[in-house]
């Protein structure tokens, strides 16, 4: 949970993170009913990027141990009567995280002939983490597709599996400091997508070689934010 917030944090830039995670509500007097009585926690977590990984750990484990005196509070309750005062759609990203069976392990049972079938979920979170411990970790990301590509996906879950290495080697290493790309990604953004740097003439000046620039493709976008598209030209004609 800890690594995941902060890959969340890393993706967003928000300080502050509110995660979802299942919880138990079987009581005693439950106890002798068949079924599943399970309600979606909320920790909110607050991350300094000053902090180390081994005291960030400590938040989430204090922070997850006081969200359980809540755990019994319906999280549609929760959800409604926040709608009713607030307006999140616009920023709003709903993110899971949660402990459960992927399957990987034949279920055999005495007397019985077990076969897996492969999940079909109906509803789907924006982004969902779910992990399974054996003898080692195992994760899965769900995904809205609306909000994500599959190659956004994967460079997610390539960052997480780079944050997780970083959180076992490197306890006293500070959040700020955690790294969450790859060499090969790195090198995609400093090679590939931004491009080699080019040589250009050192006997002109910037404005000769904007102007050079006017004459050469005067109808040319230089300019655009939001509605506003300024062309070579007008720049041209609002600094002279």
Request: hydrophobic content about 35%.
């Amino acid at each position: 949970m800890s690594a995941f917030s902060l890959l969340i944090e890393k993706y967003t830039a928000q300080k502050e993170c509110v995660l979802s995670y299942p919880v138990n509500l079987k009581p005693k007097a439950l106890q002798p009913l068949l079924g599943c009585f399970v309600n979606m926690g909320l920790i909110k977590l607050s991350i300094n990027s000053n902090n180390t990984v081994k005291e960030f750990i400590e938040h989430v484990t204090q922070q997850r141990a006081i969200s359980k005196r809540h755990q019994k509070i319906p999280l549609f309750d929760i959800v409604s009567r926040l709608r009713r005062t607030n307006n999140y759609e616009e920023n709003a990203l709903n993110v899971s995280i949660a402990e459960t069976t992927l399957g990987l392990v034949p279920l055999q049972l005495e007397h019985c002939e077990c076969q897996t079938y492969p999940r079909e979920l109906q509803h789907i979170e924006d982004l969902g983490c779910h992990f399974q411990y054996l003898e080692k970790i195992y994760l899965k990301f769900d995904h809205n597709g609306t909000y994500f590509d599959d190659e956004s996906i994967k460079a997610l879950f390539e960052s997480f599996k780079l944050i997780l290495e970083q959180f076992v080697a490197f306890p006293k290493k500070q959040l700020k400091n955690i790294q969450i790309l790859t060499e090969q990604q790195r090198l995609q953004i400093l090679n590939e997508w931004c491009g080699r740097a080019k040589g250009y003439s050192l006997d002109k000046t910037i404005p000769q070689l904007f102007e050079e620039q006017v004459l050469k493709d005067p109808q040319r976008i230089a300019i655009q934010y939001d509605e506003h598209v300024y062309t070579y030209e007008e720049i041209n004609q609002r600094a002279n």
